[in-house]
C-alpha cells in the first residue's frame, strides 16, 4: 500500500474521470459533490494512525482505476467495434496487416 498517491492526486484524477464522463457541467453532478465530501470526510486528523483514511484511500485508489480502465475501454471499443461491418481489407489495416495480393492482379479473386 506505500505505493498509493497522495489524496490529493486522488482527488484530481477521479474528478478528472468524472469530468470527462459527465462533460462541462461535471461540477453541478452529484458524482462531484459526493467524492469532493467523501475526500473531505476522510481528511488526515491529528491521530498517528488512521486505520479508516488508509482504507479510503485504497478504496478511491481502486475507483480511479476503475474509471480510467472503462474510459479506456470504452475507446477502444469504439475503435475496433464502433463503426458495425467492415470488409477484411479494412479490418486486416486497422490492426496492421495486409491482406496478399496475386503476381497478375488484386486479391484472390480471378
Not at 14 to 42: C, D, H, M, T, W
Not at 94 to 101: D, E, Q
Request: proline share 4%; with cysteine.
Amino acid at each position: 500500500m506505500a505505493s498509493l498517491s497522495s489524496p490529493l492526486r486522488l482527488c484530481r484524477g477521479i474528478l478528472r474521470e468524472i469530468r470527462a464522463i459527465k462533460g462541462p457541467e461535471y461540477k453541478q453532478s452529484l458524482a462531484y459533490n459526493y467524492v469532493l465530501g467523501q475526500f473531505r470526510k476522510n481528511q488526515i486528523t491529528g491521530e498517528r494512525y488512521c486505520r479508516a483514511q488508509e482504507e479510503a484511500l485504497h478504496t478511491s485508489h481502486s475507483y480511479l482505476c476503475l474509471l480510467t480502465s472503462t474510459r479506456q475501454h470504452m475507446a477502444l471499443y469504439d475503435i475496433y467495434h464502433g463503426k458495425g461491418q467492415r470488409d477484411t481489407e479494412e479490418m486486416a489495416g486497422i490492426v496492421g496487416l495486409r491482406l496478399p495480393t496475386q503476381p497478375g492482379g488484386k486479391g484472390w479473386e480471378k
